[in-house]
């Protein structure tokens, strides 16, 4: 780090959160850098300097070997780190000797897998749409949804705030008209129920079956495990193991 390193992404390789969700931190006034509140983004990180996030010292990145945990999130866990207004949340699933954080979210009603990691690089890599991370999902309705509509979500459909979701693949499963296969490279709040909900049907169950090529039927709800390297990489990403 002798050429420095930008704060947010100081954070993120040092395990406190993705790079984006450190970018809010940052914002948020939730950071300091020897003793000075930090509220913009570039700022660089030289060696020696102190960073503290919510008043506690953020130890420098290391060169020691990242973790990344593939969980089966059950229903009624909210996919953050910390939330005071939550009862439960993921980290309260997975044990743990590091700082780790979930990357991206499934909403608390929503079941499935999902990567918890101290690797901001990786999470960046996973969660940011260019690198076209496709994630799954079956969904089932609380009521039929005609062809056309299922269409007009495949095609891209106002889930409000004038945010139009991009083109996605939607599969029907059975012949009730209530059950799909849904695939997105996008990971907008509660996107896949916004989607349905625009073509004005409820989503009542919805689990998330993989990300990327990662897939997992037999881990338990509540469960987890360590991803394995050709996983990682069969993600794209190269993962080094010292």
Same mark, same amino acid.
């Given at each position: !780090?002798?050429?420095?390193?930008?704060?947010?992404? =100081?954070?993120?390789?040092?395990?406190?959160?993705?790079?984006?969700?450190?970018?809010?931190?940052?914002?948020? &006034?939730?950071?300091?850098?020897?003793?000075? !509140?930090?509220?913009?983004?570039?700022?660089?990180?030289? +060696?020696?300097? %102190?960073? /503290?996030?919510? &008043?506690?010292?953020? *130890?420098?990145?290391?060169? /020691?070997?990242?973790?990344?945990?593939?969980? *089966?999130?059950?229903?009624?866990? %909210?996919?953050?780190? #910390? $939330?005071?207004?939550?009862?439960?949340?993921? !980290?309260?699933?997975?044990?743990?000797?590091?700082?780790?954080?979930?990357?991206?979210?499934? $909403?608390?009603?929503? /079941? @499935?897998?999902?990567?918890?990691?101290? $690797?901001? $690089?990786?999470? *960046? =890599?996973?969660? +940011?749409?260019?690198?076209?991370?496709?994630?799954?999902? =079956?969904?089932?309705?609380?009521?039929?949804?005609?062809? /056309?509509?299922?269409?007009?979500?495949?095609?891209?459909?106002?889930?409000?705030? &004038?945010?139009?979701?991009?083109?996605? #693949?939607?599969?029907?499963?059975?012949?009730?008209? *209530?059950?799909?296969? %849904?695939?997105?490279?996008? @990971?907008?709040?509660?996107?896949?129920?916004?989607?349905?909900?625009? %073509?004005?049907?409820?989503?009542?169950?919805?689990?998330?079956?993989?990300? @990327?090529?990662?897939?997992?039927?037999?881990?338990?709800?509540?469960?987890?495990?360590?991803?394995?390297?050709? #996983?990682?990489?069969?993600?794209?990403?190269?993962?080094?193991?010292?």
């Amino acid at each position: !780090m002798s050429e420095g390193i930008r704060l947010q992404k =100081f954070l993120a390789q040092a395990g406190v959160a993705s790079r984006r969700r450190c970018e809010e931190l940052i914002e948020q &006034g939730r950071v300091s850098v020897n003793g000075e !509140m930090v509220t913009r983004q570039g700022v660089t990180v030289l +060696h020696g300097d %102190v960073v /503290e996030f919510d &008043g506690v010292r953020v *130890n420098p990145p290391t060169e /020691e070997s990242h973790v990344y945990i593939l969980l *089966n999130k059950p229903q009624g866990y %909210v996919t953050t780190v #910390e $939330d005071r207004h939550a009862e439960r949340t993921v !980290m309260e699933l997975v044990s743990r000797d590091k700082r780790i954080f979930p990357v991206g979210r499934l $909403d608390m009603n929503t /079941e @499935g897998l999902i990567i918890l990691t101290d $690797d901001g $690089d990786f999470a *960046n =890599f996973i969660t +940011h749409p260019r690198y076209g991370c496709t994630k799954e999902y =079956f969904a089932r309705c609380r009521s039929a949804v005609n062809p /056309e509509d299922v269409d007009r979500i495949r095609e891209g459909v106002d889930i409000g705030d &004038g945010v139009i979701t991009s083109p996605c #693949e939607v599969i029907a499963v059975g012949k009730s008209g *209530n059950d799909f296969i %849904v695939r997105i490279k996008e @990971g907008r709040k509660r996107q896949i129920r916004r989607m349905f909900e625009a %073509v004005g049907t409820r989503v009542a169950y919805l689990r998330r079956r993989a990300i @990327g090529p990662i897939r997992d039927e037999e881990l338990p709800l509540g469960r987890w495990r360590y991803l394995t390297d050709s #996983e990682i990489e069969a993600l794209g990403y190269k993962v080094s193991r010292e």
